[in-house]
């Protein structure tokens, strides 16, 4: 059932988004009231879901955007720093919790700006052996990962933090839950643009361009 108060539009805009940002936020960092979060890419598809997710379970919200830094403060983001402009290894202290979208450096320099036993999540960079392990994949999947993700791993230890890789899992319990706070408004779903199944080519290609405010939706009649 999708929630009451949505279009068919915007439930569409939900699933990869929302259950992306509940099994980071809620599972795997386990983020309580209080605490900050480093949410990297506000303006983009899992962001936009993931500062409104973070600001109903009482986190305190840190963001990277450019173009969509007026976007993530309306979503309740607390700091932004645009990336353009400055570094967010150099501004940002002590957090609790990074949640990655990018890979790459942002992810590597992610490391240095958690607290001792801090936790750091990514979607978007290399999966570890243990992801492997968990995922049943076998013994030559796990040492692949292993040797893929071991820069990785060292900055773990080096910061005595803990990196997870995170591959959604689809899940109707968790979607119940996100629908009562989509119901109760705590979070509104941000589409970009909806594009005509004609049109379907266009909207890869827009998706492409990794400049995206929310989500891209194709509408098949
Ligand atoms: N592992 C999984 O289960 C899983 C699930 C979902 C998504 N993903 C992956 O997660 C990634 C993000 O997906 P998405 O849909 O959220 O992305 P997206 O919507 O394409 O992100 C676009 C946004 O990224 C921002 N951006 C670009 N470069 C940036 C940078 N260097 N620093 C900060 N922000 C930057 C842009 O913001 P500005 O215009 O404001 O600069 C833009 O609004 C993708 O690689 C996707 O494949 C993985």
């Not at 949640?99 to 036993?117: H, V």
């Amino acid at each position: 059932m999708k929630p009451a108060n949505l279009t068919f539009e915007e439930a569409a805009a939900i699933p990869l988004v929302g259950l992306t940002s509940y099994q980071a936020l809620h599972d795997i960092l386990q983020i309580k009231a209080g605490e900050k979060v480093l949410i990297h890419a506000g303006s983009g598809g899992v962001g936009t879901f993931a500062i409104q997710l973070a600001k109903s379970m009482g986190a305190t919200v840190a963001t990277t955007a450019s173009d969509g830094s007026l976007l993530v403060k309306t979503l309740g983001a607390d700091r932004v720093i645009n990336y353009k402009e400055e570094k967010f290894e150099d501004v940002l202290h002590e957090y609790d919790a990074v949640l990655d979208t990018i890979g790459g450096a942002s992810l590597e320099k992610s490391f240095a700006i958690l607290k001792e036993e801090g936790r750091l999540v990514s979607v978007s960079g290399t999966p570890t052996g243990r992801f492997a392990e968990e995922n049943g994949l076998g013994i030559v999947k796990k040492i692949l990962f292993s040797l893929a993700s071991a820069k990785l791993m060292k900055l773990a230890r080096k910061n005595n933090v803990q990196y997870t890789f995170l591959f959604m899992k689809p899940s109707g319990e968790q979607l119940q839950v996100l629908t009562k706070l989509l119901e109760a408004e705590k979070i509104k779903p941000v589409i970009d643009t909806v594009f005509s199944f004609e049109d379907a080519q266009k909207a890869l290609a827009y998706l492409e361009k990794g400049k995206a405010k929310g989500k891209i939706i194709i509408k098949m009649k």
